[in-house]
Each structure stands twice: as C-alpha cells, then as structure tokens.
C-alpha cells in the first residue's frame, strides 16, 4: 500500500484525468454496444429440462413460451366474432407459430357465464431468447383492439420480463439519503461531496461495465440494478471509512501528504481487504454450477471492484487536491476536531460493554435468534403474476383468469410423453383420466399426439396459484406416484415440465447447492480473515455473527415476503421466496457483513499492536470506529431501502434482506456482540499457532510508519 499511497498523491491530477476518461469512454461504449440481458437458465438432468429438450427436438412448434390472451365482456357473452380480428393480427406478428381459440372445440377456456375466455398464444422461441420490442408488439396490438365493452389482458412469463421496469429513480433517492447522512456525519458540504463524487464515478463505469459483460455472460435483467444497489452502498461506505480516516489525520497536525497516505495505508488497506472479502463472496457462486447466476455473480462483484477501487485511487487523489479544505462550509457550530477515544460517547458505551460482556453478548445472540425463527419456515419458489403491480397487463389478466376459471389456469403444468415405436398411447388416455380425478386438478386438455407419433402433449391446470404450496405438492405427486403408477410397464415416459415445473426444479437444483456454497464461502474468508489478522478466535466468531445476522434477515424476508406482514406497505402478496435469492443475499451479506467486521477488528488490532492490553484495544477500537461504522450503516441501510419502493418483488425482497442485516449487523454486532466477545475471551483472540505463524504468508493492516 506504501507504493500505491505515494504514486496517487505524486500523480493526483493524473489520476483523476484518468478516472473521467475512463468513465466517459465507458459510457459511450456502452451505449454504442448496448446490453444483452437474458433470464434464461439450463438445469441439467431435471424432467422440466428434458421435457422441453424432447418438444425442441420432436414438436420445435411447441417448444416456445405460451402466452395467455384474455378476453373479458362488460355486457352480455364473449362470442367469435369478438376475437376473430384479434387472432388474426396476431398470427401475422414475429415468433407467434400458432393460437389455441376459446371456440376452436377446445373446452374449458370459456368460463361458465361466457363473459371470460382466453385464447393461448403460442411462440416458437422462449421467453428469455424473444426480444422485448417483440413482445411489446405483440401486447400492444392485442390491447388495441379493447373497447368500451371488451377488455383484452396478455399473460405470461415473457410479458412479465417485458413488464419488468427499471426503478431509475431509486438511485437519485439513495444518493440524496447518503448525501444527507454524510452531511451531517462530517458537518461539511466539501467532506460530503468528495465521497459522492467518487460513488457517481464507480457507478457511471460499472453500469456500462454490466451491460458489456451481458454479452460474455448469461445476465439477468435484475443484474443491473443489483449491482448499482450493491456498488453504491459499498462505495459510498468505502469512502467514508477513508476520508474519516484522513480528517482525523489533519485534525491531528499531520500534513496534507501525510493524511492522505495514512488514510490509504490503513483504513484503505481494510478497504481493500474488506472489497476483496465482498468478490469471494460473489465469485463463490460459481461452484453451485447454475449459470444463470453467473451473469448476477460478476455484475456485482464488478461493481464491487470498480467502487473499491475508485476509493484506493480516486478518493486519495481528490483529497490530495482539496487538502485543508475538507472542511469548508461546515455547519455553524460544529467542531471540525475528531471525538474522544478516552471519553467520548463510544468510549463510554464501549466500558459498559465491558462491564458486562455476557450479558450483552447472550443478549444479542437471543435477539438474533429469534429474529431467524422464521427463516426456518422457508419456501422457495417463484412468484407469479398475482404479485406483479397493480395496473400491469400481467396483473389484470392474472385477475380476470382466476375470477374466470381459477387461479391455477394463469400458470398451467406441461406434461411431455417420449412415445417410442410402436408403443401402445391408450395408456396416456389412462394417465389423462388418472389425473383429472386429483383433487388439486381443475382440469386435463386431450392428449395432442404429434404427426411423427413421438409426443403426446398434455396441459394439466391445477386448482391452486401456480406459486401456491399445493401446485408444488402436485408436481411431486405427478412425478412420484401418480405417473409411475400409471404408466406401470408402458415404455412410454412422461415429463412434467412448463414453467411452473421449471421454477420448482429451480428451488430444488438451488436447495441442493446451498450448503456447498455456504462451506465454500465461509472457509475462504475464514482463511484470509485468519490471516490478515493472526488469529483462529477472531476468523471463528466472525463467521457464527455474520450467519447470525444473514438468519436474521432471513426471517424478516420470510415474514414479511412469505407470511404477507409486508402487503400493506409494499403492495406484494404472500408468496414463495425467489429460489435463487438464498443463496445471492448470503453471498452479497456474508461479504458486506465482512466489511465491518474487517474495519472494527483491524482499528482494534491497530490498538493492540500499540498497548498489548485486549481492554484498551477493544474500549478504543470500537470509540474510534463504532461512529463511522453507524453512519456507514445507515448509509447503507438507506441505500438498500431506497430500491424497495420501486416495484418489482425480487428488488424488495433484495432491499429488505441487505437493509435488515445491515441494520442488525450495525447495531446488534458490532456495538454489542463483538466487543463483548471479544472482552470475555481476552488475550485469546489474538493467539495463533507459531507452526502456522511460520506457513502463512505476513499481511498486516498497520504499516510500521504509521
């Protein structure tokens, strides 16, 4: 860090030349490349996956995501002549291969009163590999033809990504929440606008940076927004804990120069570390094998990167330039001096910790615990459109449907049968009869057997949501009981797939996965932890606290996503969790949760080194970061809090994850459990094997100068 903290400041005006330059040259190439978002994902060796592989090969026509056209009548019934003109426009439209009619003798897609029906619009390509422009044609043109008595509403999974709108304004929202936080933190307007010019920079060159890597790697169309989420927070905290660290250095005496190099040298280096520790995390997703999260895995871990290092290069060359006037335009009546270590109100809070280190630590744990008794109530899933906003088409047409019909018809299951040669299919018409007498089925269309005589294609509705428990039940009873049962010694397999089928193969690929992810994770930050710091106590307790708050956020998604306690305030329905969302928070939270970890136990060292006395490090440690660590929480927190209200479930339930867990990793953590852990285990958290003092490479967060 000596060599990096010398070259920024020698090269100051370089430095930051650089930075725009970079970031302009980001923006246009961005612009002119454009982005290649895409929600497709494979899972290998699942029956939805060999279902659609089977209809690709022997019915390419149906191999496609099916949209749901519905048709509801203010008066009187729905007849043919009402949908005539919009079926035929429609078959003229890109990748539309067929239309299932309501009044083409297929029954069952006319509700009993005649007013709702739905005609199923087939498409040759799926949903993830059909461009939005596309769909949008195909919604508008069937919207156009609504009048004053009837209403036309699409459904579907690709008119749901098509729906899905990016919250621009949540960036705006959570810089001015920061803007304010910093404010008032430092008490000068020129201390607050350096870090939030550093954060605008990061997040102006990693947005581009994802829409490029679009093209290299399967990337979600949430992934852009996670990473401006993720990059932002990170970045904004970055540069406070380093200009914090710079302001005490001049308020101290030191020079410009020397402020400048001390704060990259130490709270830079816990930066770095810190960035670091965060990129593990991401990049550990890789070995779940899924790639559909790789794409998210880099985007933030690229935000990640660019924010770290804007604040190691950047941020020290910006306050090489404002020196001395860090402080300007300071609130009237604020002292510029930093606070007390000995008798400030950290310093105090700090000795009653101390005091009763048990109390506080057993406290804190119970608190956390029962905070995380819901997560054990876990269901992951997908949510469908039921959870979409209000006065979306997905939204209304979902309604009409289960007022129609019920609410299992907006989400219908797909099973594939693979018939070889000369096998007798009057066993399907068996299965067929089977599973309509399920009391969890509203209903079985006739087996459609292909030209080729390979396929038989079955559409099975069930009585409940597509994101209800009850259809999940189903789909293991079709696969386990019902289907072995009654193929019995046919040759002939049977495939549940659709895109119900798919998200549940999700949640189980993903379920499966999740404890090797966490293993991977935790030791590989166990590891770096254990060395940066030279100890087997501190690494240890570190991964039990960080768990302890990602269960805790976990159980305020469950409650509030799951059992439904979050429908007033968010407009969002009780539902499954996102499958995939598990195992991103834990990545994304178990790195973050690691920052502050890495920021309160380096000051804390940086005091033992000095004194060799756990009770003034730790009484010291925390007074001189705990102030800077709140106020970067709550950054964070109102960062993460700022995406929740922009309407799109998965970003909520992202925002209320990271904000709880930030909120409990601040104040139930780092206040509390950690110095009191820390105080009753003494001289032992600092002990470390000599053999393994002798194997492992020397990392220290205090240069020996400083």
Known sequence: MNFLANWTFKHRKWVVIAWLLLLGGMVVLGQQIG???????????????????LLSKYAPAQQGDDIQVVYAVKKGVLTPQDIAPVEARLLELNHVSGIDSPFAGR???????????????HLDVSGSNIKKSDVMLIVNTARSFSGSNLEIELLGASIQK?????????????????????FFTFGSLVATLVPLLVAVVGLGISSSSVALISHIFSTAQFAPILAALVGLGVGIDYALFIVTRFRQGMHSGMSVEDAVKTSVKTSGRAVLFAGIIVCIALLGLFTVGVSFLYGVAVAASLAVLVSMTASLTLLPALLAMVGKGIDRFSLPGRKKESHDLERGGWAKWSASIQRRPVVWSASATIVLL???LPALDIRLGSADSGNDPKGTTTRSAYELMAKGFGAGYSGPLQLVASIPNGADTQVINKLESTIAADPDVARVTPVRITQDHKLGILTVYSKSSPQSAATTDLIDRLRTRTIPDALADSPIHVYVGGSVAIY??????????????????????????????????????????NTLAIGAAFGVIVSGFQWGWAESLLGTHAGPIEAFLPIMLFAILFGLSMDYEVFLVSRIQEEWLHTHDNATAVRRGLAAT???ITAAATIMFSVFAAFVFGGQRIIQEFGVGLAAAVLFDATLIRSALVPGLMQWIGNANWWFPTWLEKMLPRISLEDSDV
């Open 35 to 53: 982005s290649a978002y895409s929600d497709s994902f494979t899972l290998p060796k699942t029956e939805s996956k060999v279902a659609l592989d």
């Open 107 to 121: 029954n069952g897609a006319l509700s009993k009163d005649g007013t709702i029906g739905f005609s199923t619009l």
């Open 162 to 182: 098509a729906n899905e709108a990016r919250p621009g304004s949540s960036e705006g929202i959570a810089m001015l929440a920061a803007g304010i936080i910093l």
């Open 370 to 372: 029962l905070l995380s």
């Open 504 to 545: 549940a193969d999700f949640a189980n690929v993903l379920s499966g996965k999740l404890p090797i992810f966490i293993g991977v994770v935790v030791l590989l930050s166990f590891l770096l932890l254990m060395i940066l710091f030279r100890s087997l106590v501190i690494p240890l307790t570190a991964a039990v606290m």
């Open 626 to 628: 705990g102030g800077v």
